[in-house]
């Protein structure tokens, strides 16, 4: 997979993953809410998924909700959260029960994201189908 699906609503965070991530010679798509996420995951399956918890209008939490319910499209990709504040316990034990493959903090170490982008690139999707 080096197919990278940035799902944030700061144009900004958009903005920076995008530039680092097309300079390393991976596809990036982007999307400013959960159903512009969801609209492109119909599409195209074989994302590594970088989903901002917090967003209006159909946040991250809504996102993996719709993902449990539609194992084909859960099982196709591979999930990282990022999450800011409090947000990242409630993320943490999303990653430890499964349901995301990791958790990418904010503010961003941009290092730790091309690392984590190299390592997450070359896997293919494990199958969550069960949790």
Same mark, same amino acid.
């Given at each position: 997979?080096?197919?990278?699906?940035?799902?944030?609503?700061?144009?900004?965070?958009?903005?920076?993953?995008?530039?680092?991530?097309?300079?390393?010679?991976?596809?990036?798509?982007?999307?400013?809410?959960?159903?512009?996420?969801?609209?492109?995951?119909?599409?195209?399956?074989?994302?590594?998924? =970088?989903?901002? =918890?917090?967003?209006?209008?159909?946040?991250?939490?809504?996102?993996?909700?719709?993902?449990?319910?539609?194992?084909?499209?859960?099982?196709?990709?591979?999930?990282?959260?990022?999450? /800011?504040?409090?947000?990242?316990?409630?993320?943490?034990?999303?990653?430890?029960?499964?349901?995301?493959? /990791?958790?990418?903090?904010?503010?961003?170490?941009?290092?730790?994201? =091309?690392?984590?982008?190299?390592?997450?690139?070359?896997?293919? /999707?494990?199958?969550?189908? /069960?949790?």
């Amino acid at each position: 997979m080096r197919k990278f699906l940035i799902v944030d609503d700061e144009p900004g965070i958009l903005k920076l993953l995008s530039a680092i991530l097309l300079e390393e010679g991976f596809q990036v798509q982007t999307a400013c809410n959960g159903l512009e996420a969801l609209a492109a995951l119909q599409q195209e399956k074989g994302w590594v998924i =970088l989903l901002d =918890l917090m967003m209006p209008r159909f946040s991250g939490y809504e996102v993996l909700q719709q993902l449990r319910t539609q194992p084909q499209l859960r099982d196709a990709n591979v999930i990282v959260l990022m999450s /800011a504040g409090a947000d990242i316990q409630e993320a943490g034990a999303l990653l430890m029960q499964g349901e995301v493959q /990791a958790l990418l903090p904010k503010p961003f170490d941009l290092f730790k994201v =091309l690392t984590l982008a190299e390592q997450l690139a070359d896997q293919p /999707a494990i199958s969550n189908s /069960a949790v």
